[in-house]
């Protein structure tokens, strides 16, 4: 049952970061987002990465990890970078924001699919989606949207991973197919952990809080 809560949990988590600190970016919020990304991509190396090369060919995962980092280019052009940790749509707008939505859908679906009871990507998701979902809703709050609009979002937003979870492992789909999905999520996890790292490092200045906080995911992560 913890595959489908956790996702679940982390949102709540996220929300609950978002309505008590009430500012967009604490340093807080910084650092859990720098360990996110090494934990993800730690754990994407560690665990997933050889899972998929374990059933597929070689040239054929490169490519779906490949099509996978330029999935997730195309979605941040609509996104702006919310899977990655910042939120920053200019105009005053009173409309939902249909494309920061559909994108956000699309990639936590996606990212449901490599989750299954033996593994620890559960536990990376996990630790991702809490700084995310904590930016987005003190984005959502601070824009001009209804209080329904802004709690539909989040909702939707929050069950997409058990979906793709419940469908990846319910639905009877070709094994190849599965492995191939989890190949394109590693290039989504790949292209996302490391633009967090690489962002992380504001004008290369040396952080040691953030440079603990990298270390410590990737360790956690190695020893779980
Ligand atoms: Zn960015
Ligand atoms: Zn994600």
Redesign the pocket.
Known sequence: MNKYLFPIYAIVIGVLIALLTKSQKSIHTKLLLSFSGAFLLALTLFDLLPEVYDHLDAKSTGFFIMCGILLQIVLEFFSK?AE?G?VHIHKENLDFPWLLFISLCIHSFLEGFPIHQHNTMIYGVFIHKIPIAALLTSYLLKSKCKKVQIISFIFIFAVMTPLGTFISNTVSLDQKVLVSINALVIGIFLHIST?ILF?ASEGHKFNLSKLVAICLGVLIAYFI
Do not use: I, L, P, S
Request: no cysteine; glycine share 20%.
């Open positions: 970078g990655h910042h633009t962002e």
